[in-house]
């Protein structure tokens, strides 16, 4: 008899995997207290384990920058950096030298300080090494038991089940055996939630896992975060028919997948992708993105009932920019107004809301409330490949205000040595204002975006949330199309690179006529990235 048991966890990607379950359970490093004679051999049993754990982590490193590319592959790196760490060497040689305790005692023990210490400070990075701290020093514990990487999946395909992993355990196993996993602890933004995102692997964490659910069948549901242990038939069957789908656009997305935006005669172009949270970044990815050219950041305030800190905005953020591992993350600064209504901004009622008191209008008379923004992304453009865009620019008073409070936030920044990265700033292409000055605005940028939706609307002068407008609504306005080229080749002119992240760039029907006009980049929501490089790799242009 199947008795199907449902269990709702978060989801870490949206996709779906069926097969048996495999439980896997740390082997728990019983480390015993021994009294030793000999100091000077417990040492020497402590740097050849070190040596070996180095090299263990110089491999898993390299595995894993093939595997999740380079910024990911960083967890290894600062790792073996612990395990370089004077204070930390200095507390295990102490203790071997003081206390007489065999090596595996004192690395466990001072493993353990260590790592107390991270959790209790109060910077979210030094915090999340802790999981590192505790990774690094028991793979030094196993070590000098004697035992070396050998755990593996198996032959079968399987679904792991596990209370937690830690990002190496994630690298070391073996990706084509891996249907899923679903695991008990875990935090979304975890380097091994990351991991998963960046390797496409249906995962939920918060699911209660427990070992006797080894060997039975499972679904995993990552689009509505579902977990069925001994589905019954018509689910099964309902799952696999799903399956069956995603692997045949799987297969379509792998023949494009790591080829070139490039056309017949040579000319290459960018595909970013536009996302509107976190959880997107992994479409993006999925979708082989070049890079996420629209990050609307507005999601963050939308989602809260009071203004988002800075803290949890550099979060989301570094998240993003660190699972994008090193590709070009333009993070688009609030656009809030118009049709996206906060309450707590408290804005009030306008007549005209769509050329209201919106986007950087508001910014600007707020200063406090931008500049917060700003730090945030200033300090996580130190974890990726970051860029910055303004929109529903007028003017270049507007731009050269804005870049000046960022020169200000670097300052305060340089002042309390907090780190930040080179990043590009650029502006949305959004008014028909900015596109009659964009001469003099691309000398103060480093990019322009064109956002298409809006510049409809106000080109057209059409309400873009009124459906009864529709019938006089022509995206392909001839009005529209000139202004793009007017855009391109002033950007041009003055060294700005041009892309478009409305949603026409998107529009199969203009992708040869984009890149006749030369645009550099079209950023669309991720499932279009594939479709639109087939149509580019067979243009003459
Ligand atoms: C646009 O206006 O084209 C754009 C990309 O911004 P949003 O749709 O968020 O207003
Ligand atoms: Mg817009």
Known sequence: MVSMVTYVGKSILKGIAVGKILFYEKEEQMVQRRSVEDAEHELARYEKAREAAQAELAQLYERALKEVGELNAGIFDVQSMMLDDEDFNDAVRNMMEAQKVNAEYAVAV?????????????????????????????????????????????DEPVILAAKDLAP???????????????????????????????????????????????????????????FY????????????????????????????????????????????????????????LANDAGGIGLFRSEFLYLEQSGYPTEDEQFKAYKTVAETMAGKKVIIRTLDIGADKQVDYFDLG?????????????????????????????????????????????ISVDEVRRVKAMVEEIKKEMD???????????????????????????????????????????????????????????????????????????????????????????????????????GIDELSVSPSRILPIRKIVRESKI
């Not at 196993?173 to 991991?195: C, P, Q, R, Y």
């Not at 005209?352 to 600007?364: S, T």
């Open 110 to 154: 001072t493993g353990d300080n260590f790592a107390k210490m991270f959790s209790e400070m109060d910077d979210e990075y030094f915090k999340a090494r802790s999981a590192d701290i505790k990774d690094a020093s028991e793979r030094v514990v196993k070590l000098l038991h004697g035992k070396g990487e050998e755990w593996s999946i198996g």
């Open 168 to 226: 190496s355990e994630t690298v070391q196993m073996d990706k084509s055996k891996l249907l899923g996993f679903v695991t008990e602890l875990g935090s979304a933004n975890s380097h091994t939630a990351i991991l998963a995102r960046t390797m496409n692997i249906p995962a939920l964490i918060g699911v209660p896992v427990k070992p006797e659910m080894s060997g039975k069948m499972a679904v995993i549901d990552g689009e509505e975060g579902i």
């Open 229 to 284: 242990v001994d589905p019954d038939e018509a689910t099964l069957a309902a799952y696999r028919e799903k399956l069956k789908e995603q692997e045949q656009k799987r297969k379509l997305l792998a023949e494009l997948k790591g080829k070139e935006n490039v056309t017949l005669s040579g000319r290459k172009i960018e595909l970013y992708a536009n996302i509107g949270s976190i959880g997107d970044t992994a479409r993006a």
């Open 349 to 393: 009622k306008e007549d005209n809301p769509a050329m209201g008191f919106r986007a950087i209008r508001i910014c600007l008379a707020r200063p406090e409330i931008f500049k917060t923004q700003l730090r945030a992304i200033l300090r996580a453009s130190a974890y990726g490949n970051l860029a910055v865009m303004y929109p529903m620019i």
């Open 415 to 517: 002042g309390a040595g907090i780190p930040y990265g080179d990043f590009e700033q650029g502006i949305m292409i959004e008014t028909p204002a900015a596109v009659v000055i964009s001469d003099l605005l691309a000398k103060e940028v480093d990019f322009f975006s064109i956002g298409t939706n809006d510049l409809t609307q106000y080109t057209l002068a059409i309400d873009r949330q009124n459906a009864k407008l529709d019938d006089f609504y022509d995206s392909h306005h001839p009005a529209v199309l000139r202004m793009i080229q007017t855009v391109i080749d002033n950007g041009h002119r003055e060294g700005c690179w041009v892309g478009i992240c409305g949603e026409l760039g998107a529009d199969e029907t203009l992708t040869e006529t984009f890149l006749e006009m």
